[in-house]
């Protein structure tokens, strides 16, 4: 089993050159935000600088662009993962992603479409929840709920249409 400073000598270095070229591919198989691109060409052996003007030349040739990829990003977590905003949110800030872009990703989000993923979770967290006690049993399903992203209102909303209230009494 090698070290991890085993691992760092056996990386390869490029030249920028080099670099660029793979980058370029690994930008253009799926969207990609700019600090996973500066961590890969940093990972290539390039300093901060080469790393620099390689992610501006990506910028201008649209092979990065930020915006994309938060739609992409939203779009993909909203459909997949059946994520909420807040979530969505949550991740892209922490891949760096500025407000602007975020706020345009999040316009990718179909507010009916959003609603109803929110109902298909709600349900089959539903069937599969095996508490008995129906208001323990509803706020288990409210925590899967917000810890998936999806906004307090809306749970409750949700909770409600499907008659799971607070003082509803098992069969």
Known sequence: MMNRNQQD????????????????????????NQKEV?????????D????????????????????????????????QKKWGRRRIVQDLKQKGISDYCIKSGLKEIDGDEYYQNLVDVLEKKDRQEKERNPRVRRQKIQLFLTAKGYESDLI???LDDLGKAPEEDED
């Open 48 to 79: 901060e600088d080469e790393a620099g003007e390689i992610i501006i030349r990506l910028s201008r040739e649209k092979l990065l662009d930020e915006e994309r990829f938060a739609k992409a990003f939203v779009r993909g977590h909203v459909n």
């Open 156 to 158: 409750k909303m949700a």
């Open 38 to 46: 500066e961590a890969k060409l940093r990972s290539y052996g390039l």
């Open 9 to 32: 000598k056996k990386q390869k270095t490029y030249t920028p050159g080099e670099a660029l070229q793979k980058i370029a591919a690994f930008c253009a198989y799926q969207e990609r």
